[in-house]
């Protein structure tokens, strides 16, 4: 059984960096049949992808565009867990952040494997406020 | 990307009976690549259905999807008292992966 604890303040100042991490139970970060997540869930936005990293042969990132530029994640494999960055954080930033597994769910034979979010953090609420 | 919309927004029943949730995408979904997540107050959300229609593991069979191209559908019979949750559809065909706004089911 898959488990994912996430660690991480509870407050942050704006303008300053936001640093998560999601400690990784019963699977590998550097699975090859896995990709690692963060989401955030807020009344405004919704429930709202971040970003994923996963290693096949070499690390690999994905971000979302509306954090792109500001967001940073991490894999330790020394620790077996994973960590986000959110540099520049404004009160918009304000959210409830989940790590998420997404394991393989399909494969295509032209277009290669699919992944659906089948594990969960149990969330971190991170308010940015002075 | 692919934007989800689901409707009712909020769905009001009582136990045992029949609930059906849509979700339709602003274009087709690849493959069918839709999966249905069920979250309860102060919890993350959890999987109930990918692909359509394929049950999770450990997910009662009240619980079933359908659909295809940009309609689709949960349906959950026989409600029980702990079926009172969010449901959010949401596509995992190429990222961005993105989320419906929710259909809120109460008592």
């Known amino acids: 059984q898959v488990h994912l604890q996430q660690s991480g303040p509870g407050l942050v100042k704006p303008s300053q960096t936001l640093s998560l991490t999601c400690a990784i139970s019963?699977?590998?970060?550097?699975?090859?049949?896995?990709?690692w997540n963060w989401i955030r869930q807020s009344p405004s936005r919704g429930l709202e992808w971040l970003g994923r990293t996963y290693y096949r042969s070499k690390w690999s990132y994905d971000y979302a565009v509306s954090v792109k530029s500001r967001m940073t994640i991490n894999a330790d494999t020394s620790k077996n867990q994973f960590s986000l960055h959110l540099n520049s954080v404004t009160p918009e930033d304000t959210a409830m952040y989940f790590c998420a597994r997404a394991g393989q769910a399909h494969y295509d034979i032209w277009t290669g494997y699919y992944y659906v979010f089948d594990y969960w953090g149990q969330g971190n609420l991170i308010t940015v406020s002075a | 990307e692919i934007v989800l919309t689901q409707s009712p927004g909020t769905l009001t029943l009582s136990p045992g009976e029949r609930a059906t949730l849509s979700c339709r995408a602003s274009?087709?979904?690849?493959?069918?690549?839709l999966a249905w997540h069920q979250q309860k107050p102060g919890q993350a959300p959890r999987l109930l259905i990918y692909?359509?229609?394929t049950r999770a593991t450990g997910i009662p069979d009240r619980f079933s999807g359908s659909g295809s191209g940009t309609d689709f559908t949960l349906t959950i019979t026989g409600l029980d008292p702990e079926d009172f949750a969010v449901y959010y559809c949401?596509?995992?065909?190429?990222?961005?992966?993105?989320f419906g706004q929710g259909t809120k089911l109460e008592i």
């Open positions: 949401q596509h995992y065909g190429f990222s961005p992966y993105t």
């Open positions: 274009q087709s979904v690849r493959g069918s690549y």
């Open positions: 692909g359509a229609s």
């Open positions: 019963g699977d590998s970060v550097s699975s090859n049949s896995a990709t």
